[in-house]
Every structure is written in C-alpha cells, then in structure tokens.
C-alpha cells in the first residue's frame, strides 16, 4: 500500500492543464475523501466552493499547505436540516412529511 500524498480537510489547487478541470482551474478546494484504487493509485473528493463535489486523482492535485477544520468546514457547508424518505415494497422512495 502507497501513502496518500494529502490529508482529510486539506486545501488543494489542480495542478493539471487537462480541460476537463477548466471549471475549477485556480479555485482552492478541500479534500474530503480519498480511497485507493486496485493498482494502488489515490483518488479524492475534492470540495470545491460554488462547484460539485469532483472526484480527481492525486496526479492532478497540488497542496496549498493549508488546512480547514472540520468544524468550520462543516459550518459552510451542513445546515443541521435532515428530511426522512420511506421505501415502499417496490424499492420506490418519497420524502416523510
């Protein structure tokens, strides 16, 4: 097993020119998961502020040296709200009032 280049709650830029990232290109992102893949390489869920949730390989990131904490980083982004979804008997769900 490889060690993971970044941390949980760590700040990262993308390092990479590949278009794909052209949306988030610049804009500082908080890593959020990270698993290793079979032939041992890292992925991230990277937090990026205005965008989606993107999952992106180590080789395509670059740290800030900067860390957030869970709690502020919580603060951000999670309301306290939850809502309750019942199943029927045909695996179909809806919102409990």
Avoid: C
């Avoid at 060690?3 to 290109?25: L, M, R």
């Avoid at 395509?60 to 603060?75: I, M, P, Q, R, Y």
């Amino acid at each position: 097993m490889t060690k993971n280049k970044f941390e949980f709650y760590e700040k990262v830029k993308i390092s990479s020119n590949n278009p794909v990232f052209q949306e988030i290109k610049g804009i500082t992102g908080v890593v959020l998961g990270m698993a290793q893949s079979e032939d041992k390489s890292w992925g991230y869920a990277v937090d990026f502020p205005g965008h989606y949730g993107w999952d992106i390989e180590e080789e395509h990131l670059v740290s800030t040296g900067e860390f957030v904490s869970k709690e502020d980083h919580d603060a951000d982004h999670y309301t306290g709200e939850s809502i309750r979804v019942v199943v029927d008997k045909k695996g179909r769900g809806r919102i409990k009032k």
